[in-house]
């Protein structure tokens, strides 16, 4: 069982920054693929990031939604999850959720199977 909890949301203008966390409890088994995902009202849900477990490589993956504009990273040990956006837009605007699933997999499947587990989110509003 793994339970997540999203901060770090709140409202920013265009070309600002905001820095997500994600807080992890995952007891003793550390060993996670973690993402961030958004979801924009009457949108589907769609993959930020991804970053696999140490064990199985630590590869990161950046979705082309926010390529280039965002940051994934973790510290195990605070069991933390962070996602640090940059030159933020209108269209970024929605509710971004951390995730754990075993394994990395595609955003795609992950995201419509709901696979793993899923903290409750938090909102990102982003003004022009």
């Known amino acids: 069982q793994v339970q997540l909890v999203e901060s770090g949301g709140g409202s920013v203008q265009a070309g600002g920054s905001l820095k997500l966390s994600c807080k992890a409890s995952?007891?003793?088994?550390?060993?996670?693929?973690l993402g961030w995902f958004r979801q924009a009202p009457g949108k589907e849900l769609e993959g930020v990031a991804s970053?696999?477990?140490?064990?199985?490589?630590?590869?990161?993956i950046y979705e082309d939604s926010m390529k280039g504009r965002v940051i994934i990273s973790k510290d195990i040990g605070k069991e933390m999850l962070y996602l640090q956006m940059n030159g933020l837009k209108p269209e970024d605007s929605a509710m971004y959720y951390c995730?754990?699933?075993?394994?990395?997999?595609?955003?795609?499947?992950?995201?419509?199977?709901?696979?793993?587990?899923w903290g409750q989110g938090t909102r990102v509003t982003v003004s022009s």
């Open positions: 995730a754990a699933v075993s394994f990395c997999v595609s955003s795609a499947t992950w995201a419509k199977r709901r696979l793993g587990y």
């Open positions: 970053i696999e477990s140490d064990q199985n490589g630590g590869k990161i």
């Open positions: 995952w007891g003793a088994d550390n060993e996670w693929c």
